[in-house]
């Protein structure tokens, strides 16, 4: 029913910067809200941001991760700023019906296949 597909993800240095994209269709898609996620190497995946009527993060990215929408329809947008290799991992989108933000990978129901993150010198 939704299909999303993340895009952007490369090797960047410490400091660097970074946009991922994520692209949401199908039919009957309806208001969704659009978390981020991230799963570093050996850890459980975390919730790094959450948009629907506003826009949420995680204590570890506040201030230098931005969420927003794009210009075409379903897209969505995570602006990453002052990189830290704490960062790495590979990062997914993902979708729920209600309209309603939470940074609880359990909340999500359609996810994406990630996009790897490299931070690194």
């Known amino acids: 029913q939704v299909q999303l597909v993340e895009s952007g993800g490369r090797l960047v240095q410490p400091g660097g910067s970074l946009r991922l994209s994520c692209a949401a269709s199908?039919?009957?898609?309806?208001?969704?809200?659009i978390g981020w996620f991230r799963q570093a190497p050996g850890k459980e995946r975390e919730g790094v941001s959450c948009m629907s009527s506003g826009t949420y993060y995680a204590d570890s990215v506040k201030g230098r991760f931005t969420m927003s929408t794009g210009n075409v329809a379903n897209t969505f947008y995570l602006q990453m700023n002052n990189l830290r290799p704490e960062d790495t991992g590979v990062y997914y989108c993902?979708?729920?019906?209600?309209?309603?933000?939470?940074?609880?990978?359990?909340?999500?129901?359609?996810w994406g296949p990630g996009t790897q993150v490299t931070v690194s010198s």
């Open positions: 993902a979708a729920r019906r209600p309209y309603l933000c939470s940074l609880r990978e359990n909340a999500f129901g359609a």
């Open positions: 199908g039919s009957r898609l309806g208001p969704l809200a």
